[in-house]
């Protein structure tokens, strides 16, 4: 974190896991809102898991869109690091 408490941006350009999450949630929770005006109030189920993920991500550092963004996107965490730094669990090499 810089001065001002704002999060500095990563030095490759890539936005973090935490960043891709937050941008996720945010357009599936719009787009349901538009689908339940339009088509059904049952894509509230839409909303409501959005919200539970939200949650799954702030209680266990994981949910399934994390699983998939972090192993299709390799995107890593800047709140929970690897538990052991020093190791890559990148197997490509």
């Given at each position: 974190?810089?001065?001002?408490?704002?999060?500095?941006?990563?030095?490759?350009?890539?936005?973090?896991?935490?960043?891709?999450?937050?941008?996720?949630?945010?357009?599936?929770?719009?787009?349901?809102?538009?689908?339940?005006?339009?088509?059904?109030?049952?894509?509230?189920?839409?909303?409501?898991?959005?919200?539970?993920?939200?949650?799954?991500?702030?209680?266990?550092?994981?949910?399934?869109?994390?699983?998939?963004l972090s192993r299709a996107f390799k995107l890593r965490?800047?709140?929970?690091?690897?538990?052991?730094?020093?190791?890559?669990?990148?197997?490509?090499?």
């Amino acid at each position: 974190m810089n001065a001002a408490g704002a999060s500095c941006p990563p030095r490759d350009g890539r936005w973090p896991l935490e960043r891709v999450l937050f941008a996720l949630a945010g357009t599936m929770t719009l787009v349901s809102v538009i689908l339940v005006l339009l088509v059904s109030p049952w894509f509230l189920v839409l909303t409501s898991l959005v919200g539970v993920n939200q949650w799954l991500y702030v209680m266990f550092g994981a949910c399934p869109a994390s699983f998939v963004l972090s192993r299709a996107f390799k995107l890593r965490s800047v709140i929970y690091p690897p538990a052991n730094p020093g190791i890559s669990r990148d197997r490509s090499a």
